[in-house]
């Protein structure tokens, strides 16, 4: 199952690919102390929904219906598959360092995205899924905008498969 996180402030993104291996070595450890898990959670919970598979996915752990992995969310400095608020919130998912700094320095309060913003977050992660997932297709921009806006970002790719 392919999901992913990503740093979109910069032009060089950190792609993080979360692997089902990752996943499972966070589930039998403690979550760090010093992190606020219910401020977290509200946190993940007001992310905004930036493309939306209705099918539900499968948690690997306890075969619940959750959010699908390729439905994905952001808070305006990062987006994620939606399936990992499911894996944090019950199964110790451990987000990257980088992650959970930008939540903290926020005092887990997120910000507002304007519309426009949420267009522009939309458009890069379409890109990234494309990349993430391999699929082709075309999409059609009403503005005009085409894919080559984003273009010159690059993506520096790390796959989570073991404890960070
Ligand atoms: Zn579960």
Redesign the pocket.
């Given at each position: 199952m392919k999901r992913f996180l990503a740093d979109i402030q910069t032009h060089e993104i950190p792609l993080y690919q979360i692997t089902d291996t990752y996943l499972q070595a966070c589930a039998v450890r403690e979550t760090r102390r010093d992190i606020d898990l219910s401020a977290l959670q509200a946190y993940l919970d007001k992310a905004c929904y930036i493309e939306i598979l209705l099918d539900l996915g499968k948690?690997i752990?306890?075969n619940?219906s959750?959010t699908s992995n390729e439905t994905l969310l952001t808070d305006g400095n990062w987006i994620w598959s939606g399936d990992l608020n499911?894996y944090s919130l019950?199964?110790h998912f451990a987000w990257p360092e980088a992650f959970i700094t930008s939540v903290q320095k926020r005092s887990y309060k997120p910000k507002r995205i304007t519309g426009r913003q949420k267009n522009e977050i939309a458009h890069l992660a379409n890109e990234i899924s494309r990349k993430v997932y391999g699929e082709q297709f075309t999409t059609v921009y009403p503005n005009g905008k085409d894919e080559t806006v984003y273009a010159e970002r690059t993506y520096v790719v790390t796959a989570l498969d073991t404890l960070i």
């Open positions: 948690c752990f306890d619940q959750i499911h019950l199964h």
